[in-house]
């Protein structure tokens, strides 16, 4: 069965701190991985995408990795700052025709002061 | 501007009554999604739709309808409204060559 695990559930840590969210899937056969960031009220948006072949993706403070043979992905939260706030995605498309993503239940990060 | 726009942004109905919720896109997306949002639950699919003439259930559809008037346009109803239902709905479109979804906003609905 298709599955993306996320984990923690929720994290809370002190402004400037990092962090590591982590999403394990179980998807088959792979396409891609995107990390979306939703803000409370607010619709998820896009803030990486991985594909088979890459290991690593940055945008700006928010680092994303793949590893392909053991079918995880991290997004690594540097220097966080209040406005990180929010819950993170992690969908994985499936390789095959229709809709087919596999959507994890999100992390919810809380940064404090 | 919102590339995808929802309304209502938020509704209370009671038990019974039909609401429609409705999304437009102004990115000329073919593909068009609505999820709904519990707690402890993640985004779940309702329905989806690849071009006008495209209709397809997704893993939640018992209790919905769809309608795609046209590319940009894609409403949600509930013909008969229950309180289980009360939920965040987001529309969301996607271009095939990228896959990478724009939602919307958010439909809060309450069910009394």
């Known amino acids: 069965k298709n599955q993306v695990e996320q984990s923690p559930q929720s994290l809370i840590i002190l402004e400037g701190k990092n962090c590591t969210l982590q999403c394990n899937y179980t998807v088959s056969p792979f396409s891609n991985l995107r990390w979306y960031k939703q803000d409370t009220g607010r619709g998820p948006v896009s803030l990486t995408i991985m594909t088979f072949s890459e290991n690593t993706k940055s945008n700006g403070r928010y680092t994303a990795t793949l590893d392909a043979d053991t079918k995880q992905s991290s997004l690594h939260i540097t220097a966080s700052q209040l406005s990180d706030s929010a819950s993170y995605i992690c969908v994985v498309s499936v390789r095959q025709a229709g809709t087919a993503l596999i959507f994890g239940k999100g992390t919810t990060l809380s940064v404090s002061s | 501007d919102a590339d995808v726009t929802q309304t209502p942004r938020n509704r209370i109905t009671k038990t019974g009554k039909r609401i429609m919720l409705e999304c437009s896109q102004t990115?000329?997306?073919?593909?068009m999604y609505w999820y709904r949002q519990d707690p402890g639950l993640g985004l779940r699919l309702i329905y989806y739709?690849?071009?006008?003439?495209?209709?397809n259930k997704g893993e939640i559809s018992d209790g919905y309808s769809v309608s795609r008037q046209a590319q940009a346009k894609f409403s949600l109803s509930l013909e008969s409204a229950i309180p289980n239902q009360t939920a965040l709905y987001f529309c969301?479109?996607?271009?095939?060559?990228?896959?990478?979804?724009?939602f919307g906003e958010g439909s809060r609905l309450t069910v009394l």
């Open positions: 739709s690849f071009d006008v003439k495209d209709i």
């Open positions: 990115k000329g997306h073919d593909r």
């Open positions: 969301a479109a996607s271009a095939l060559n990228t896959g990478e979804l724009f």
